[in-house]
């Protein structure tokens, strides 16, 4: 039976012990801040209030048992440092899970043997920065070093063809896995309402409508292209 | 041309103005804070100290031009709301978008108007605490209500088995779009390194080999039978 547990209870530090609580684990959440404490003790199994840098306190509470750690105590580097380098030297963590407030800060986790660095803010200011370039570019998804997954309104030369007549994957090496398009809604005329569906894996004789949000897979300098039609 | 406004500095809104700005944009940096102005004046075009809810104060420093405009200030709802309601209302920027710290701020945003609202800790915690729970799934990356795509170590009873033979449309109802495979590099034999590759559109001739991470599209629900082989 693993036990997590979450130190620093902002807002990631919180919602992760929330999140996990709800699916049925046993979490113990610890802050030293006791208001963050006192909102989560009904959510978690467990909930104390002290300073994680103090070995002797974590030992007490039982850490050693605990399977998987997840840190995110802010932007004190020394702090988080110290609690990670305690959890997997001294207590023999399996699983460290660390949230870094940036590069830097993230270099140093992997050096002491962090499992898994988490950079929650700028991965999204990366994806806003990214649609906010290109506005015909809904979502940007890392799939690896060189693949993404990349969401794209259809360029007006597509509108009324079809996909094997577009021949996305011969012009331009990329594949199209799925499109969002608007359906109107089957209601009284009062109501112009209409509704997304996603059309996923679609057929080549799929003629392209105006609106047409296309998803995408490829190298990410061949995805580039797309958006300079 | 476009003036991109960032309000608060904190991880995110640093990195949405500096990643910005790297592709040329012209950024104008406010902050409260005079040591975040400090720390940005030489990466934007424009930094500013000063409090945004002083309506008066935005005007003066050129906030009208203001094309898109990205606040993030924090946990003090009051405040966002305030600087989003003078922007959309009075101002009458085009594009604003918050960054809200959980749903109950996120809700009140919509109210008001806001054109995007983005949540970096609760999506990052979000896909965390799902893989943690299934620890044979990498990834869950959400494409629309419905839909998800989805990371997951190949089972076992597929190991040495072609796509063809497997069938996983028929059984399953998603679609593999890519594979992701670790493929040892031709070095000399000191060095047993392996590189990670990503095998995109895969052929049904294609054969899993043990270790291989399956990328699947399909309705979430569908997606979730795979996790239990
Ligand atoms: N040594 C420590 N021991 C226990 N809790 C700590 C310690 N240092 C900081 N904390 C707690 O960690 C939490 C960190 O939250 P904060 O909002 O500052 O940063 P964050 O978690 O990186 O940001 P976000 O809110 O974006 O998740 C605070 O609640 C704080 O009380
Ligand atoms: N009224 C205001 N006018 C200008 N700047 C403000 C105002 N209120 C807060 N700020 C600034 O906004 C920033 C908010 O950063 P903080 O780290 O608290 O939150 P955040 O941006 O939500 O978190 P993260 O660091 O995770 O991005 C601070 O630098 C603060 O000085």
Redesign the interface.
Known sequence: EHV?AVIGL????N??AT??SE?G?EVLAIDADENKVENIVNKVAHAVQMNATNEQSLKEIGMEDVH?A?VSVG?DIASSLLICTYLKDTLKIKNV?AKA??QKHARVLEKIGVDKI?F???????R??DT??SPNIFDI?E??D??N?MEIKAPSSFFGRTLEEIDIRKRFDV?I??I?RNVPNAKDDFENDFE?T?I??PSPKEQIVEGDVL?M??LKEHLENIEKI
Chains 1, 2 share one sequence.
């Not at 902002?10 to 530090?13: D, L, S």
């Not at 929650?120 to 990366?126: K, L, N, Q, T, V």
């Open positions: 997590y902002g807002n990631f530090g919602a992760v999140l996990l699916k684990m998987t997840i932007d899970i407030t940036d988490i929650p803010e700028y991965e999204s200011a990366r806003l920065a906010l370039i998804i799939l690896s060189k693949h997954i594949n896995i799925a969002k997304e996603t996923i894996s998803i897979i490829g």
